[in-house]
Protein backbone atom coordinates (compact mmCIF):
# COMPACT_ATOMS: atom_id res chain seq x y z
CA UNK A 1 0.00 0.00 0.00
CA UNK A 2 1.33 3.59 -0.94
CA UNK A 3 0.45 5.96 1.70
CA UNK A 4 -0.63 9.04 -0.01
CA UNK A 5 -3.01 10.98 2.45
CA UNK A 6 -2.20 10.80 5.57
CA UNK A 7 -4.19 11.79 8.59
CA UNK A 8 -3.51 13.37 12.48
CA UNK A 9 -5.77 13.26 15.10
CA UNK A 10 -4.79 16.34 17.72
CA UNK A 11 -3.52 20.18 16.85
CA UNK A 12 -1.75 20.60 19.89
CA UNK A 13 1.95 20.30 20.10
CA UNK A 14 2.81 16.96 19.24
CA UNK A 15 -0.13 16.99 16.25
CA UNK A 16 0.90 20.06 14.45
CA UNK A 17 4.72 19.35 14.18
CA UNK A 18 3.67 16.03 12.91
CA UNK A 19 1.42 17.34 10.24
CA UNK A 20 3.96 19.39 9.08
CA UNK A 21 6.98 17.15 8.83
CA UNK A 22 4.08 14.83 7.08
CA UNK A 23 3.23 18.19 4.45
CA UNK A 24 6.97 18.33 4.56
CA UNK A 25 7.33 15.06 3.00
CA UNK A 26 5.51 15.53 0.33
CA UNK A 27 2.17 13.74 1.85
CA UNK A 28 -1.33 15.04 1.62
CA UNK A 29 -2.64 15.63 5.18
CA UNK A 30 -5.31 15.88 7.03
CA UNK A 31 -5.06 17.58 10.38
CA UNK A 32 -8.61 17.15 12.65
CA UNK A 33 -9.33 18.30 16.43
CA UNK A 34 -12.41 18.63 18.32
CA UNK A 35 -12.95 22.45 17.37
CA UNK A 36 -11.80 24.96 15.06
CA UNK A 37 -10.21 27.29 16.97
CA UNK A 38 -7.64 24.36 18.04
CA UNK A 39 -6.65 23.29 14.68
CA UNK A 40 -6.60 27.61 13.53
CA UNK A 41 -3.94 27.78 16.25
CA UNK A 42 -2.00 24.57 14.88
CA UNK A 43 -1.69 25.84 11.54
CA UNK A 44 -0.43 29.37 13.17
CA UNK A 45 2.40 27.05 14.96
CA UNK A 46 3.16 25.56 11.48
CA UNK A 47 2.60 28.40 9.72
CA UNK A 48 5.16 30.57 11.95
CA UNK A 49 7.74 27.88 12.24
CA UNK A 50 7.41 27.95 7.90
CA UNK A 51 7.97 31.63 7.73
CA UNK A 52 11.16 31.54 9.94
CA UNK A 53 12.49 29.16 7.94
CA UNK A 54 12.12 31.22 5.04
CA UNK A 55 13.99 33.84 6.67
CA UNK A 56 16.44 31.64 7.59
CA UNK A 57 16.53 31.13 3.77
CA UNK A 58 15.85 27.52 5.05
CA UNK A 59 12.88 27.27 2.26
CA UNK A 60 11.53 29.37 -0.12
CA UNK A 61 8.76 31.22 -0.09
CA UNK A 62 6.89 29.03 -2.63
CA UNK A 63 7.93 25.59 -0.90
CA UNK A 64 6.24 26.75 2.00
CA UNK A 65 3.04 27.80 0.27
CA UNK A 66 3.31 24.16 -1.18
CA UNK A 67 3.53 22.86 2.50
CA UNK A 68 0.43 24.39 3.87
CA UNK A 69 -1.38 23.81 1.11
CA UNK A 70 -1.23 20.07 1.57
CA UNK A 71 -2.54 20.19 4.86
CA UNK A 72 -6.50 20.24 5.26
CA UNK A 73 -7.74 21.16 8.74
CA UNK A 74 -11.04 19.04 10.39
CA UNK A 75 -13.28 19.06 12.80
CA UNK A 76 -15.33 16.04 11.90
CA UNK A 77 -13.44 12.68 12.58
CA UNK A 78 -15.15 11.64 9.64
CA UNK A 79 -12.54 13.57 7.54
CA UNK A 80 -10.25 10.30 8.20
CA UNK A 81 -12.32 8.03 5.65
CA UNK A 82 -10.18 10.08 2.87
CA UNK A 83 -6.57 8.89 5.10
CA UNK A 84 -4.42 5.63 4.58
CA UNK A 85 -2.90 6.59 7.30
CA UNK A 86 -3.83 7.75 10.17
CA UNK A 87 -1.58 9.17 13.43
CA UNK A 88 -3.56 9.77 17.17
CA UNK A 89 -1.84 12.74 18.95
CA UNK A 90 -4.88 13.55 21.25
CA UNK A 91 -4.18 14.24 24.90
CA UNK A 92 -2.85 11.40 26.85
CA UNK A 93 -5.96 10.14 28.19
CA UNK A 94 -6.84 6.51 27.61
CA UNK A 95 -10.30 7.13 27.50
CA UNK A 96 -9.88 9.51 25.18
CA UNK A 97 -7.98 7.36 22.86
CA UNK A 98 -9.87 4.03 23.07
CA UNK A 99 -12.73 6.18 22.01
CA UNK A 100 -10.80 7.79 18.71
CA UNK A 101 -9.61 4.36 17.83
CA UNK A 102 -13.04 2.95 18.20
CA UNK A 103 -14.70 5.46 15.95
CA UNK A 104 -11.54 5.16 13.55
CA UNK A 105 -11.92 1.91 12.98
CA UNK A 106 -15.26 2.87 11.83
CA UNK A 107 -14.72 5.52 9.62
CA UNK A 108 -11.33 4.29 8.24
CA UNK A 109 -11.33 2.24 5.21
CA UNK A 110 -10.29 -1.29 5.83
CA UNK A 111 -7.01 -1.35 4.30
CA UNK A 112 -5.86 2.21 6.53
CA UNK A 113 -3.44 1.71 9.65
CA UNK A 114 -3.79 3.49 12.83
CA UNK A 115 -0.97 4.64 14.79
CA UNK A 116 -0.56 5.71 18.20
CA UNK A 117 1.50 8.85 19.24
CA UNK A 118 1.09 7.91 22.60
CA UNK A 119 3.83 8.07 24.97
CA UNK A 120 3.20 5.03 27.44
CA UNK A 121 -0.31 2.98 27.06
CA UNK A 122 0.32 0.08 25.42
CA UNK A 123 -0.17 -0.68 22.06
CA UNK A 124 -1.80 -3.94 22.15
CA UNK A 125 -4.61 -2.45 24.83
CA UNK A 126 -5.25 0.74 21.73
CA UNK A 127 -5.61 -2.65 19.37
CA UNK A 128 -7.62 -4.33 21.36
CA UNK A 129 -10.49 -1.63 20.56
CA UNK A 130 -10.03 -1.72 17.24
CA UNK A 131 -11.64 -5.24 14.06
CA UNK A 132 -8.09 -4.45 12.68
CA UNK A 133 -5.50 -4.95 15.45
CA UNK A 134 -2.85 -6.49 12.95
CA UNK A 135 -2.91 -3.00 10.86
CA UNK A 136 -2.56 -0.97 14.70
CA UNK A 137 0.77 0.40 15.87
CA UNK A 138 3.05 3.33 17.74
CA UNK A 139 4.64 5.57 16.04
CA UNK A 140 6.27 7.77 18.82
CA UNK A 141 7.42 11.56 17.63
CA UNK A 142 9.51 13.89 20.03
CA UNK A 143 9.21 17.02 21.12
CA UNK A 144 9.82 19.61 19.10
CA UNK A 145 8.87 17.44 16.16
CA UNK A 146 10.14 19.21 13.51
CA UNK A 147 13.33 19.42 15.15
CA UNK A 148 13.91 15.91 17.13
CA UNK A 149 15.11 13.18 14.41
CA UNK A 150 13.75 9.74 16.60
CA UNK A 151 10.66 8.55 16.08
CA UNK A 152 10.03 5.32 18.28
CA UNK A 153 8.34 2.74 16.42
CA UNK A 154 6.68 -0.14 18.53
CA UNK A 155 5.28 -3.19 17.62
CA UNK A 156 2.23 -4.47 19.58
CA UNK A 157 1.34 -7.72 20.02
CA UNK A 158 -0.82 -8.43 16.91
CA UNK A 159 1.27 -5.88 14.64
CA UNK A 160 1.82 -7.30 11.19
CA UNK A 161 4.97 -6.74 9.32
CA UNK A 162 3.65 -4.85 6.87
CA UNK A 163 1.93 -2.31 8.97
CA UNK A 164 5.72 -2.29 10.70
CA UNK A 165 7.98 -1.70 7.51
CA UNK A 166 5.51 0.69 6.45
CA UNK A 167 5.49 2.97 9.51
CA UNK A 168 9.62 2.34 9.71
CA UNK A 169 9.36 3.80 6.02
CA UNK A 170 7.48 6.82 6.60
CA UNK A 171 9.71 7.42 9.97
CA UNK A 172 12.61 7.75 6.88
CA UNK A 173 10.64 9.50 4.78
CA UNK A 174 9.50 12.30 7.29
CA UNK A 175 13.21 12.98 7.74
CA UNK A 176 13.49 10.72 11.28
CA UNK A 177 15.60 8.05 12.25
CA UNK A 178 12.84 5.18 13.76
CA UNK A 179 14.07 2.82 16.60
CA UNK A 180 12.24 -0.20 17.19
CA UNK A 181 10.81 -0.73 21.00
CA UNK A 182 8.69 -3.24 22.05
CA UNK A 183 5.25 -3.43 23.74
CA UNK A 184 6.25 -2.42 27.48
CA UNK A 185 5.27 0.24 29.65
CA UNK A 186 7.02 3.33 28.43
CA UNK A 187 9.13 1.35 25.70
CA UNK A 188 12.19 2.71 25.58
CA UNK A 189 12.50 6.83 25.40
CA UNK A 190 10.05 7.41 28.30
CA UNK A 191 10.98 4.04 30.43
CA UNK A 192 14.51 5.74 30.36
CA UNK A 193 13.84 9.76 30.80
CA UNK A 194 10.99 9.68 32.38
CA UNK A 195 12.57 8.53 36.00
CA UNK A 196 15.25 10.74 35.54
CA UNK A 197 12.81 13.65 35.20
CA UNK A 198 11.03 12.41 38.18
CA UNK A 199 14.20 12.06 40.46
CA UNK A 200 15.01 15.72 39.44
CA UNK A 201 12.01 17.08 40.37
CA UNK A 202 12.34 14.91 43.63
CA UNK A 203 15.42 16.54 44.44
CA UNK A 204 13.89 19.91 44.19
CA UNK A 205 10.94 18.60 46.72
CA UNK A 206 14.18 17.21 48.94
CA UNK A 207 15.60 20.61 48.46
CA UNK A 208 18.59 19.03 47.19
CA UNK A 209 19.42 22.24 44.95
CA UNK A 210 16.94 25.46 43.08
CA UNK A 211 15.82 24.68 40.02
CA UNK A 212 18.61 26.21 38.41
CA UNK A 213 21.14 23.99 40.50
CA UNK A 214 19.54 20.81 39.00
CA UNK A 215 19.36 22.13 35.27
CA UNK A 216 22.62 23.66 35.50
CA UNK A 217 23.99 20.31 36.75
CA UNK A 218 22.51 18.69 33.95
CA UNK A 219 23.13 20.90 31.61
CA UNK A 220 26.32 21.43 32.06
CA UNK A 221 27.60 18.30 33.93
CA UNK A 222 25.85 16.31 31.11
CA UNK A 223 26.18 18.04 28.26
CA UNK A 224 22.20 17.81 28.06
CA UNK A 225 20.56 20.21 25.67
CA UNK A 226 18.31 21.21 28.27
CA UNK A 227 17.81 20.59 32.29
CA UNK A 228 15.06 18.16 33.29
CA UNK A 229 12.71 20.24 34.85
CA UNK A 230 12.93 22.79 31.69
CA UNK A 231 12.54 19.54 29.60
CA UNK A 232 8.85 18.58 31.76
CA UNK A 233 8.01 22.22 31.29
CA UNK A 234 8.38 21.24 27.70
CA UNK A 235 6.54 18.34 27.64
CA UNK A 236 3.87 18.93 30.03
CA UNK A 237 3.94 18.29 33.43
CA UNK A 238 -0.03 16.56 33.28
CA UNK A 239 2.10 14.11 30.60
CA UNK A 240 5.02 13.41 32.76
CA UNK A 241 2.59 12.51 35.61
CA UNK A 242 0.57 10.26 33.31
CA UNK A 243 3.55 8.42 32.09
CA UNK A 244 4.83 7.89 35.62
CA UNK A 245 1.26 6.66 36.01
CA UNK A 246 1.81 4.24 33.24
CA UNK A 247 5.33 2.91 34.59
CA UNK A 248 4.14 2.89 38.32
CA UNK A 249 1.05 0.60 37.25
CA UNK A 250 2.43 -1.40 34.95
CA UNK A 251 5.49 -2.70 36.44
CA UNK A 252 4.26 -2.80 40.06
CA UNK A 253 7.13 -0.99 40.92
CA UNK A 254 7.60 1.25 43.69
CA UNK A 255 10.52 3.34 42.16
CA UNK A 256 8.70 4.18 39.58
CA UNK A 257 6.22 6.30 42.28
CA UNK A 258 5.19 10.03 40.96
CA UNK A 259 7.11 12.60 43.04
CA UNK A 260 4.14 14.63 45.25
CA UNK A 261 5.50 17.49 43.84
CA UNK A 262 4.66 16.88 40.35
CA UNK A 263 1.32 16.14 41.19
CA UNK A 264 1.03 18.86 43.16
CA UNK A 265 2.09 21.09 40.22
CA UNK A 266 -0.51 19.25 38.32
CA UNK A 267 -3.01 19.82 40.59
CA UNK A 268 -3.02 23.05 40.70
CA UNK A 269 -2.74 23.48 37.06
CA UNK A 270 0.82 24.15 36.51
CA UNK A 271 1.28 22.17 33.60
CA UNK A 272 4.37 24.17 32.06
CA UNK A 273 5.19 25.86 29.33
CA UNK A 274 2.17 25.42 27.19
CA UNK A 275 -0.25 27.30 30.41
CA UNK A 276 2.31 29.62 31.06
CA UNK A 277 3.57 27.98 34.32
CA UNK A 278 5.39 25.27 35.63
CA UNK A 279 8.60 24.71 37.09
CA UNK A 280 9.71 28.20 35.73
CA UNK A 281 7.34 30.88 34.84
CA UNK A 282 6.85 31.57 30.90
N1 LIG B 1 9.44 23.82 17.22
C1 LIG B 1 10.17 23.84 16.08
N2 LIG B 1 11.46 24.18 16.03
C2 LIG B 1 12.05 24.54 17.16
C3 LIG B 1 11.36 24.56 18.39
C4 LIG B 1 10.00 24.20 18.38
N3 LIG B 1 9.26 24.17 19.49
N4 LIG B 1 12.22 24.96 19.35
C5 LIG B 1 13.39 25.17 18.75
N5 LIG B 1 13.30 24.92 17.44
C6 LIG B 1 14.36 25.02 16.42
C7 LIG B 1 14.86 26.43 16.31
O1 LIG B 1 14.09 27.18 15.41
C8 LIG B 1 16.28 26.22 15.83
O2 LIG B 1 16.24 25.97 14.43
P1 LIG B 1 17.49 26.37 13.47
O3 LIG B 1 18.60 25.44 13.82
O4 LIG B 1 16.92 26.15 12.10
O5 LIG B 1 17.79 27.80 13.76
C9 LIG B 1 16.70 24.92 16.51
O6 LIG B 1 15.47 24.24 16.87
C10 LIG B 1 17.51 25.17 17.76
O7 LIG B 1 16.74 26.00 18.61
P2 LIG B 1 17.34 27.11 19.59
O8 LIG B 1 18.66 27.58 19.05
O9 LIG B 1 16.29 28.13 19.84
O10 LIG B 1 17.51 26.40 20.97
P3 LIG B 1 18.31 25.11 21.35
O11 LIG B 1 19.53 24.94 20.53
O12 LIG B 1 18.41 25.18 22.82
O13 LIG B 1 17.32 23.93 20.95
C11 LIG B 1 15.72 22.35 21.63
C12 LIG B 1 16.04 23.81 21.48
C13 LIG B 1 15.73 21.69 20.24
C14 LIG B 1 14.33 22.23 22.22
C15 LIG B 1 16.82 21.69 22.53
O14 LIG B 1 16.90 22.38 23.74
C16 LIG B 1 16.57 20.23 22.82
O15 LIG B 1 16.89 19.36 22.02
N6 LIG B 1 15.98 19.93 24.00
C17 LIG B 1 15.66 18.58 24.41
C18 LIG B 1 14.37 18.16 23.77
C19 LIG B 1 13.99 16.78 24.16
O16 LIG B 1 14.61 16.10 24.94
N7 LIG B 1 12.87 16.33 23.57
C20 LIG B 1 12.31 15.04 23.87
C21 LIG B 1 11.24 15.22 24.89
S1 LIG B 1 10.53 13.67 25.31
C22 LIG B 1 9.32 13.46 24.21
O17 LIG B 1 8.99 14.28 23.41
C23 LIG B 1 8.66 12.16 24.28
C24 LIG B 1 7.57 12.00 25.23
O18 LIG B 1 6.77 11.12 25.03
C25 LIG B 1 7.46 12.77 26.47
Same mark, same amino acid.
Given at each position: ?61 ? %?????? =?? &?????? /?????? @?? $? ?93 ? %?????? =?? &?????? /?????? @?? $? ?80
Amino acid at each position: MEVKTFGVIGAGQMGNGIAQVAAMSGLQVIMNDINDEFVQRGMKNITNLLTKSVEKGKMSAD %EKAAVL =GR &IKTSVS /LQDMAA @AD $YVVEAATENEPIKFKIFQDLDKICRPEAILASNTSSIPIGRIAAQTKRPTQVIGMHFMNPVPVMKLVEVIRGLPTSDETFKLTWDLAVKFGKTPA %ESSDFP =GF &IANRIL /LPMINE @AI $YALYHGVGTREAIDTVMKLGMNHPMGPLALADLIGLDTCLAIMETLYKGFSDSKYRPCPLLRKYVEAGWLGKKTGRGFYEY
